[in-house]
DNA sequence: GTCAGTGCTGTGCACACGCCCAGCACGCAC
DNA sequence: GTGCGTGCTGGGCGTGTGCACAGCACTGAC
């Protein structure tokens, strides 16, 4: 016996159909807006009858944090794999710089705003994820020789982070002055971290840098 | 006559009941987010009929391009006022890091993903707000000897804004670890370029830092 | 052959929404 | 005192929404 007293029938999760309405669900999202999501045009969509939304989810704010969830999952999924594969700053950046990930962030952090609900399964998975990736830096960093004070890992983080977002919500408004230039800058500014890293693999005695070895 | 065949009748925009109202719609699109801002609640929350929304604003769209308007008006005038008093880096990033300004920008810009009128009205401030910012940018940076080569002005900027963007958007969501650490860091790598304005404005002379113009 | 489980749908309810219209009350101009 | 402009409202229309419920068709277990 189900410990709920609601005895509505919920279809399987594992069904196809199921994961349509979803995609559905996610395009809508993100080509319109969160206001766009709602059962009848999901389904529509989906090329379904919208009682089929309700068939597999008990509520909307339920289809809302599987399509959060799975989202996320699949996000952190391909992070980790990337980062096993290459963990340098350089890959971080570029996985930061995704401009999918950040307008997928912001539209949820938005729709968050008035869905309770979802705010903290969003919370949660923000913390796990900023938490993993934070490590990650880190250990470029300490590959880099960049010392912890220089830069903290968190800010080195944020700062990537933010730079992606702005760039990706300014693209969606078609505001894109000095994008380039920044992002070359980036480019250049870890390119130039990633040299000290390779010298000090290349020489046992670090290079042009032991000015400062007290920082370190 | 009108140019459009359009009779009804709208009311004055210096009303104060008509203020009231976006007061209202101000307060509801920060507290429950954009979907919130309907002309029912709207009216509810300034103790309002819900028709009173409809002879103030033609339509919802041109009271949504209304209240951003407003705030961003206030907003570039709030900022022109402060940078004419103090151009330094630190009071830009103070400006720039202010949570509301960057809370307000998140809503919208999701809101124009589904309201095209507003889009443009946001693209054009974005590119107004922008440009102003990164000529006081500039200036600053100018006085403080750094060269645009160093750190081009509008990486500068877009890096204040875009962290203060991921600190606002994270604070929502109650996710604020290494925030202080962030802001900490920040605040001192200004104060050390301000250090250097400080520097030559004593002295004539450029001070010990004319030996290495190219690193970072 | 029966029967339970499963995917799906027709019908419908209660509610909120944007917007319109006709008209009331009031104050000022003439 | 009449007329007019202005602030405001009762009533209502058409649409979209989340969600419930009863019931259909099909399939595999027994």
Do not use: C
């Not at 206001?35 to 009682?51: E, F, L, N, P």
Request: net charge neutral; charged share 30%; hydrophobic share 40%.
């Amino acid at each position: 016996m189900a410990s709920v007293p609601s005895s509505r029938r919920i279809g399987s999760p594992d069904s196809e159909t199921r994961t349509q309405l979803l995609d559905a669900a996610e395009r809508l999202m993100r080509e319109e807006g969160y206001a766009a999501v709602t059962s009848r045009r999901i389904a529509s969509k989906a090329g379904r009858k919208h009682q089929l939304v309700h068939y597999y989810f008990r509520t909307m704010d339920d289809l809302f944090i599987e399509l959060f969830r799975r989202r996320a999952e699949e996000n952190i999924g391909r992070f980790e794999r990337a980062i096993a594969q290459d963990g340098s700053l350089g890959n971080l950046w570029r996985l930061n710089a995704d401009p999918r990930g950040a307008a997928f962030t912001l539209e949820f952090v938005a729709l968050a705003n008035h869905r309770k609900a979802l705010r903290a399964e969003i919370a949660r998975y923000a913390e796990h994820f900023r938490s993993s990736q934070v490590e990650a830096v880190r250990r470029a960093l300490v590959d880099s020789g960049v010392d912890e004070d220089e830069l903290p890992a968190i800010v080195a983080l944020l700062m990537m982070t933010g730079l992606a977002q702005v760039l990706a919500l300014e693209d969606t408004l078609g505001v894109t002055a000095g994008h380039d230039t920044t992002v070359e800058f980036v480019g250049r500014a870890i390119a130039q971290l990633e040299a000290r890293s390779a010298d000090r693999r290349e020489s046992g005695t670090p290079s042009t840098r032991d000015d400062a070895p007290r920082e370190g």
